[in-house]
């Protein structure tokens, strides 16, 4: 298995920019497609944005298309969310996950995923 470990959080002004940044350990990193979602007070987690094994391959949600930069290296072992042009909309708790198997496709469902971290909180201000 492996084990998340998500940094980079914390309380921007809107317009600005924050890396949120994960930290796997355990198994081979490029045995898994990776995710991060995110959840804000008093809704349902929802996908944010995917990378496949290689890295070949990402998808976003719509509301974060053009701002958002998910990226990977698997020999460090680590996963990255770029976010620029941050709105207060973009506040919640954000989580990493991991999705064993070597799919073409990105995973947009959570469903998929097998292993997920701790979360890190990210608060844009207005």
């Known amino acids: 298995q492996v084990q998340l470990v998500e940094s980079g959080g914390g309380l921007v002004q809107a317009g600005g920019s924050v890396r949120l940044s994960c930290a796997a350990s355990?198994?081979?990193?490029?045995?898994?497609?990776m995710g991060w979602f995110r959840q804000a007070p008093g809704k349902e987690r929802e996908f944010v944005a995917a990378?496949?094994?290689?890295?070949?391959?990402?998808d976003y949600a719509d509301s974060v298309k053009g701002r958002f930069t998910i990226s990977r290296d698997n020999a460090k072992k680590m996963v990255w969310l770029q976010m620029n042009s941050l709105k207060p909309e973009d506040t919640g708790v954000y989580y990493c996950?991991?999705?064993?198997?070597?799919?073409?496709?990105?995973?947009?469902?959570?469903?998929?995923?097998?292993?997920w971290g701790q979360g890190t909180q990210v608060t844009v201000s207005s």
């Open positions: 996950a991991a999705d064993f198997g070597r799919s073409s496709s990105a995973r947009t469902s959570s469903g998929n995923y097998d292993y």
């Open positions: 355990g198994r081979t990193l490029s045995n898994y497609a």
């Open positions: 990378i496949t094994w290689s890295g070949h391959s990402t």
